[in-house]
């Protein structure tokens, strides 16, 4: 049977609240084919979040509705394996029950850190390379571990991963930070990419995933953010709250102003949406973005330290790059689809961004 989470926008809701709620669900479960697995809930942000096992979604409302009223505003299926990883359980604590009705002290936000460490560069004829992705991911897990982290995913050269504490999350961040100098003294520059984006969520939003908002915009903050560890707003009055403003240098990290975050998921919504369109200009950007061309060029500039014409082009050139080792299509094929009007200069652009060219690449790392 399926598993549902569901989100409850609750003004004034208290940890009792929710206790006697879930409790309420549990008396009548078996009416509903449903069985209430556990519960979140956070007073601060007036949320409660419950986890059920359930025919469909009509189940889960008929069941809350008929125990106690509170219709859940957002209902999404989820793996109970990557809510685990994410959230650390999927059943109340043992045991069930205490004297407080159980109880849970457990808020559903998490911190979500996105690691991106490489271009898919890895040369075939250094072993170097090889030695140093062993220590770099000994190094990284050694982090992640001492500070109480979860790995959700993991591949070549990324990391999605989870954090109850804001702190711990901020902590392991410039951990990474300064081991990654040790380990990677000799390389070229374009192959040392470090890019840490830290930001906090909900698990159910109006989006489809769990965490996806947040997963989104530490996953932006890697992609465009010229920083190579980047906070985000909240992440930063959270953490200034629980270490009495303890100072963080700009050289560290860079914490993003809510204006700017929006601006960026603006941004990454439309590029996502046009990056292959070979006839898109900068006066597009503009347009959709509703600022003026200086403006836009300034904002690109101080997010990216780029020109919105060559942040788009280094965009492209890197979904190439993944397009080219997932092997989704040949050099022309892949041009064409990355928005580049020919092939010749597709990998002109390529050699000049990555020291090779698209066909030397394929040659060296994927065949």
């Known amino acids: 049977m399926p598993i549902f989470m569901d989100r409850h926008n609750l003004p004034g809701v208290t940890l009792q609240d929710a206790a006697d709620a879930h409790h309420k669900d549990v008396e009548l479960q078996n009416n509903h084919n449903c069985k209430a697995l556990t519960y979140w809930v956070d007073e601060e942000r007036d949320n409660a979040f419950c986890l059920i096992e359930a025919p469909n979604k009509e189940a889960v409302r008929a069941l809350h509705n008929n125990a106690h009223g509170l219709i859940p505003h957002e209902i999404i299926e989820v793996d109970p394996n990557v809510v685990n990883a994410f959230l650390g359980r999927i059943n109340d604590p043992s045991p069930r029950l205490d004297e407080s009705l159980n109880q849970i002290f457990d808020s559903a936000y998490r911190v979500i850190m996105v690691i991106e460490s490489s271009n898919f560069l890895n040369r075939v004829e250094s072993h170097q390379f090889t030695l140093f992705s062993q220590k770099f991911h000994n190094s990284v897990n050694k982090s992640i571990q001492k500070f109480d982290g979860r790995i959700v995913l993991l591949d070549n050269n990324s990391y999605l991963v989870s954090f109850d504490s804001v702190t711990n999350a901020v902590f392991c961040a ?15 520059s374009y192959l040392r990419r470090l890019k840490i984006g830290l930001s906090i969520g ?55 102003k809510p204006k700017e ?40 500039m101080n997010l990216t330290g780029k020109s919105p014409n060559a942040f788009l082009r280094d965009f492209r050139l890197h979904r190439a790059l993944r397009l080219l080792y997932d092997q989704k299509g040949n050099i022309s094929e892949i041009a064409f689809e990355s928005g580049f009007n020919s092939p010749a200069y597709f990998s002109k652009c390529f050699y000049e961004k990555y020291n090779i060219l698209p066909s030397k690449y394929l040659q060296q790392h994927v065949y």
Do not use: G
């Open 174 to 188: 410039l951990k990474i930070q300064s081991n990654f100098k040790y380990i990677t003294p000799k390389f070229d």
């Open 261 to 300: 975050e929006r601006f960026l998921f603006q941004l990454m919504e439309f590029i996502n949406s046009r990056w292959h369109d070979h006839e898109l200009t900068v006066e597009d950007f503009s347009i959709h973005l509703s600022y003026s061309r200086s403006q836009v060029y300034r904002k690109f």
């Open 202 to 256: 909900a698990p159910v939003t109006s989006k489809k995933n769990l965490f996806e908002e947040a997963i989104n915009l530490s996953t932006y903050m890697c992609e465009v953010i010229k920083e190579q560890v980047v906070l985000s707003s909240e992440i930063k009055k959270i953490y200034d709250h629980e270490n009495h403003n303890a100072f963080l240098t700009k050289e560290e990290v860079r914490v993003l």
